[in-house]
């Protein structure tokens, strides 16, 4: 089943639009760095769980029990293990462990569209123009691309995945399809689940595969963020081609993908569905070495039948990011492994019908969200910011997506405030406002 938005926009669809504007000639020259000294690192890697269509901060962390009942919804509370917080009653789990998570309540922006806010919140960086709530745009380098770019895998590894699909504007812009996400589209929930492209073609020896001279043809299947039709990409299949042939001969790719090997009772506690055994490969994958991870999950656009939707959704999306969570610390990597959860924005504290719909939702809005934070030494327990009664608007310690973004560069060592240069010469701030998040800091 696909997952869209309000736009009409698939998961998949994303895959098929063009790209021309993020090859650019990229890959011609490398880029230069400021000689600003980077901080030090807190973390190794990132599993950003990416809310696509916007969820709403009331029925997750940040509800409104004492607000009248157009605004505080269905949903009851459930008390966390941190005294006076609580969180919406499906997510009971992570209410357990909330110990281990901060909540970021207060990250608010002026992007009230699909589009835009995607962008915002992938980047770091505003749209430099307005685009429609249907757009796929890059006006700056992704958060996942940056850290590929800064933080390079093991060897024979992609440093940047996104799984199933890419988020709209999850690109490398001017870093060039190298820094693109390596898309894992299969299902690993499924019999016989195998990945594409980490093993050789069948029937060929890698004596055969090394010595042939048409092996190109032979890399043609090799699935990522490449547009064939977009520009002249003769580097960019260059790069490609490069990494096509490592992932096949490199034993540590195979490895990482091989999640049948997994105890059944691991895979159970991550919840048997498509969005649980993906979060199960993304701790396999950091556990590889791979710096960043997205999970683009789809489906959070609820401008109707929200109660119902989320009452059906939520216990099984609260079991796999506690498993999630539960498992990382259990094997000593939570400590070097940020799990974050967020969407573009969150929803209107007004719940509505719209026309022709007779079940009530909530609409975009970007004046309140909630994020969440665990692992990569961030002190847990906390709740940062705050909403007013109502949730209208982030009013207490109100943060922005350049803070957001901020903080996962810091905790990962990287300089917010880094120069990068673009193909062209022009020099361009990894984040404008390169501020961290205190409170996550440590």
């Not at 990287?414 to 022009?426: A, E, F, V």
Request: charged share 20%.
């Amino acid at each position: 089943m696909k997952n869209t938005n309000c736009a009409g926009v698939t998961r998949r669809d994303c895959l098929q639009l063009g790209l021309a504007t993020f090859f650019g000639g990229a890959l011609a020259s490398a880029l230069r760095a400021s000689d600003s000294g980077a901080p030090q690192a807190a973390a190794k890697s990132v599993i950003l769980i990416w809310m696509d269509g916007g969820p709403t901060h009331f029925e997750t962390f940040d509800p409104k029990p004492d607000a009248p009942a157009e605004y505080r919804g269905d949903f009851k509370t459930v008390a966390t293990k941190t005294p006076g917080v609580f969180f919406s009653e499906h997510m009971k789990k992570l209410a357990a462990m909330s110990d281990k998570l901060s909540i970021v309540r207060s990250i608010r922006h002026d992007q009230g569209n699909h589009g835009a806010g995607n962008h915002y919140m992938m980047t770091g960086a505003p749209p430099r123009i307005p685009v429609g709530c249907g757009a796929f745009v890059s006006f700056h380098p992704s958060l996942g691309s940056v850290v590929a770019h800064e933080k390079p895998a093991p060897a024979g590894l992609p440093a940047y995945f996104s799984l199933p699909s890419m988020s709209r504007s999850g690109g490398p812009n001017f870093l060039g399809a190298k820094y693109a996400p390596f898309v894992v589209d299969g299902d690993p929930n499924a019999a016989g689940f195998r990945v594409r492209d980490v093993a050789l073609p069948s029937g060929m020896t890698e004596g055969r595969f090394a010595d042939r001279t048409d092996v190109r043809a032979e890399v043609d299947r090799f699935q990522r963020f490449l547009d064939k039709t977009a520009g002249d990409p003769a580097v960019a299949m260059d790069d490609h081609y490069k990494q096509a042939a490592e992932l096949m001969h490199s034993k540590e790719a195979q490895a990482a993908f091989e999640i049948n090997r997994e105890p059944e009772k691991v895979r159970d506690q991550y919840g048997r569905n498509g969005f649980g055994q993906r979060a199960l490969l993304a701790r396999r994958l950091v556990e590889a070495g791979v710096p960043f991870v997205t999970i683009n999950d789809g489906g959070w656009d609820h401008h109707s039948d929200l109660f119902n939707a989320l009452t059906k959704r939520l216990p099984s999306w609260d079991q796999t990011v506690s498993a999630l969570i539960a498992d990382l610390d259990q094997r000593g990597l939570l400590e070097s492994t940020m799990v974050i959860a967020l969407g573009e924005f969150g929803r209107t504290p007004k719940i509505s019908t719209l026309s022709g719909q007779t079940k009530a939702g909530r609409d975009h809005w970007a004046n309140a969200m909630s994020v969440l934070f665990a692992g990569g030494k961030s002190p847990g327990g906390q709740i940062i910011g705050a909403t007013d009664k109502n949730g209208f608007a982030a009013v207490e310690r109100v943060l922005s997506p350049e803070n957001f973004a901020s903080t996962i560069y810091t905790k990962l060592g990287i300089d917010p405030n880094k120069m990068l240069y673009t193909p062209q010469g022009r020099p361009t701030h990894i984040v404008s406002n390169g501020t961290p998040i205190k409170e996550l800091m440590g």
